[in-house]
């Protein structure tokens, strides 16, 4: 029970952008504004927690990024051929990288969430 606890936990925290450690403090700063980069504190509010464990730490969590890019690209495509099949190219590329180009910013803050949850310490 405690297992299926942890690991809705787990989810839950990447979903709702808190902090590995605790699970109460945000990760990002809120109320930017929508064409802003997201801003990643420092540390968790509510346990000092250091979200950056070492200069280039977050390195890896580009390789997650381009993971789900990637992924929202061949979803947009598969979406788009099986809804509208038969389309010219130009309607075909847009369909891959409209989801990646609107996707972006929410990318970045998936990313970097998942990668301090996989790698915390
Ligand atoms: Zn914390």
Redesign the pocket.
Known sequence: MSYVKDKLSFVSNIYKEK?P?????HVFEKGLSVFKIPVMKER?S??D?RFEREPGYFIGAMYLSYGLAIFQGILGFLVCNALFPGLAIEWIVASVILPMLLLSKKNFKWSRILYIHIFPW
Do not use: L, V
């Open positions: 902090c450690h605790c699970g109460e403090g968790c509510e346990c927690y």
